[in-house]
C-alpha cells in the first residue's frame, strides 16, 4: 500500500513538474524536461534555448519570426524625431545572425551578397554593401523615442499623473525595468498621443532598451509575446488606456551614416523637383530685375530727349 502512496505522489509530482515547466516570456517556445528546459525553432532543426527569467533578445524573436513565417505560421499582422540623428526602422523584419548572447551581429547580410550594419536593435544605420563591407563595431543604442496613440476614453486623462503611470507600466510588465530610465512624457489630448523617451547613459551596457521596445511593439500592434496575451495598458486610477498604434525611434550613441543614394526614387523626386523650383524661381526673380531696371534707362533717356 505504501509504494503505491510513493507512486502516486511521484506521478503528481511530476504532472506539477510539467506543468509548472514553460516560458512566460516567449509564447511559442517549447519547453520539457527536469529541470525545465525552453526552446524556439529559429531554423530547420535547429532550435534556441531560451532563459525564460527574462525578456528574449530581439535578435532571436527576429529569427523565430522568420522560421515560422517560412512555415506558414502566426507572426504578425501587416511625434517627430526626438533629434536630427534619430531614425525608425523602415526595413522590417529580415533573418538576422545572432551572437550566442543574443545580440546582433554588427553585419549582417540576409543570406545575401547585399550587406549593411546594424545597431544594438538590429536597424540598419548604414547604406547597403557588398561582402566587403566593414562594420568596426554594434554601436549601441541609448535613448528610445516610443510614440503612442491610445484609444478613445470615457474620461478625461490625468496628464499630471501620466508618467508615473506609464513608468509603473513599462516596469512591471518588462522585466522589471528601471523606471527610472522614463526620462520624459508628453501628451496631446487632442490627437491622444503619448510620446516617452527612454533613456539610459551612454556607455551603459546592463540595459538593452530595444528588447522592451520590441515587446511592446507587438503588444499593441500585434498580439503580445509573452504566454499571457494581457497588453500594454498603463492604468490611472480605474482607467486603462489602451492603444492602438505604436512609432519607434532609434537614438545610438554615434549618428547613423545614411547618404543619398539609397533614398527612394519617390524622395529623390521630391528632393529634385524642389531643388529645380528654387533655381526656376530665382532665374525668374533675376530677369524680372533686369527688365525692371531696363524700363527705368529708357524712360531716363526719353526725358533728356524731351527737355533739349
Known amino acids: 500500500m505504501k509504494i503505491w502512496i510513493v507512486l502516486i505522489l511521484a506521478a503528481f509530482a511530476a504532472g506539477a513538474s510539467a506543468q509548472s515547466c514553460t516560458c512566460e516570456t516567449m509564447k511559442w517556445a517549447t519547453c520539457d524536461g527536469n529541470p525545465c528546459l525552453c526552446y524556439v525553432m529559429v531554423g530547420s532543426n535547429e532550435k534556441q534555448v531560451l532563459d525564460c527569467t527574462k525578456l528574449i533578445p530581439k535578435c532571436f524573436l527576429m529569427k523565430a519570426e522568420m522560421y515560422r513565417a517560412r512555415k506558414g505560421q502566426d507572426t504578425r499582422l501587416l511625434g517627430g524625431k526626438p533629434e536630427e540623428s534619430a531614425f525608425v526602422d523602415n526595413d522590417g523584419i529580415y533573418d538576422p545572425e545572432c551572437e550566442n ?25 548604414t547604406d547597403k554593401g557588398d561582402k ?11 535613448w528610445i523615442r516610443l510614440q ?47 510620446v516617452v523617451d527612454v533613456k539610459k547613459p551612454k556607455g551603459e551596457r546592463k540595459t538593452d532598451l530595444t528588447h522592451m521596445a520590441y515587446y ?33 525611434y532609434y537614438v545610438d550613441e554615434e549618428p547613423p551614416t545614411f547618404t543619398m543614394k539609397n533614398l527612394s526614387g519617390g524622395i529623390i523626386a521630391v528632393i529634385v523637383v524642389v531643388v529645380l523650383a528654387v533655381v526656376a524661381g530665382l532665374l525668374v526673380l533675376f530677369f524680372t ?3 525692371q531696371k531696363n524700363k527705368k534707362y529708357n524712360k531716363a533717356q526719353q ?3 524731351e527737355a533739349m
Request: with cysteine.
Open 216 to 248: 511592446m511593439e507587438k503588444d499593441v500592434k500585434v498580439l503580445p509575446l509573452f504566454k499571457d496575451q494581457n497588453k500594454f495598458e498603463p492604468t490611472l486610477g480605474s482607467q486603462k488606456l489602451q492603444m492602438e498604434n505604436i512609432l519607434v
Open 289 to 291: 530685375r533686369r527688365q
Open 303 to 305: 526725358r533728356e530727349m
Open 101 to 125: 548572447d543574443g545580440k546582433f551581429k554588427a553585419k549582417q547580410c540576409n543570406g545575401t551578397e547585399e550587406c549593411w550594419c546594424v545597431n544594438s536593435a538590429g536597424v540598419r544605420r
Open 148 to 194: 503612442l496613440t491610445h484609444k478613445e476614453t470615457s474620461g478625461k486623462v490625468d496628464a499630471a499623473n501620466l508618467k508615473a503611470a506609464i513608468a509603473d507600466a513599462i516596469h512591471q510588465r518588462y522585466g522589471n525595468f528601471n523606471k527610472d530610465m522614463v526620462e520624459k512624457v508628453e501628451y496631446d489630448p487632442e490627437a491622444r498621443m503619448i
Open 132 to 142: 566587403d563591407l566593414k562594420c568596426e563595431k554594434l554601436v549601441e543604442t541609448y
